[in-house]
């Protein structure tokens, strides 16, 4: 399971031009499932993103939480996260799960982010999603 974090101070989904998930300042994470991952996976992940210190402190430091901000989540299904690039010009996916399993554990993922009293937004599994943010930093994290 991969984990693409990214601080924005606000970020929206649409599909087909209809607005299904937007939030203000929090944490866009775009979510790839891969074909070995499990709802432990998940829980490790979730715990890890809620629990990362990367908002600014009145010094300017990186040492608040989500929370710590009152930060929402934008959660977007993404399986491009498991392309293999290594051998000639087209990507394959051979890592990623399959659309099942992908979809129950990103279900799941959305689930224990409510259950931690987080807002949380998402976008739409398995559509064609048009996501815009404002990334704020840049900051951007990769969780395996």
């Keep these: 399971m991969k984990f693409l974090i990214q601080r924005v101070k606000q970020a929206q989904v649409d599909i087909a031009k209809e607005t299904v998930g937007k939030i203000g300042q929090g944490l866009l994470v775009l979510i790839g499932i891969g074909k070995d991952d499990s709802r432990e996976t998940a829980e490790r992940l979730v715990k890890k993103t809620l629990s990362l210190r ?4 009145a010094d300017g430091k990186t040492n608040l939480s989500l929370r710590d901000v009152g ?58 999603m048009a996501v815009s943010l404002l990334n704020d930093g840049p900051f951007t994290l990769l969780l395996e």
């Design 54 to 57: 990367i908002f600014a402190d």
């Design 71 to 128: 930060g929402s989540l934008l959660l977007v299904s993404q399986f491009t996260l498991y392309a293999d690039c290594h051998k000639g010009n087209r990507p394959t996916f051979n890592n990623a799960g399959n659309a099942e399993l992908a979809k129950s554990l990103y279900e799941y993922t959305i689930e224990l982010c409510k259950k931690e009293n987080v807002p949380v937004e998402t976008g739409r599994f398995g559509a064609d």
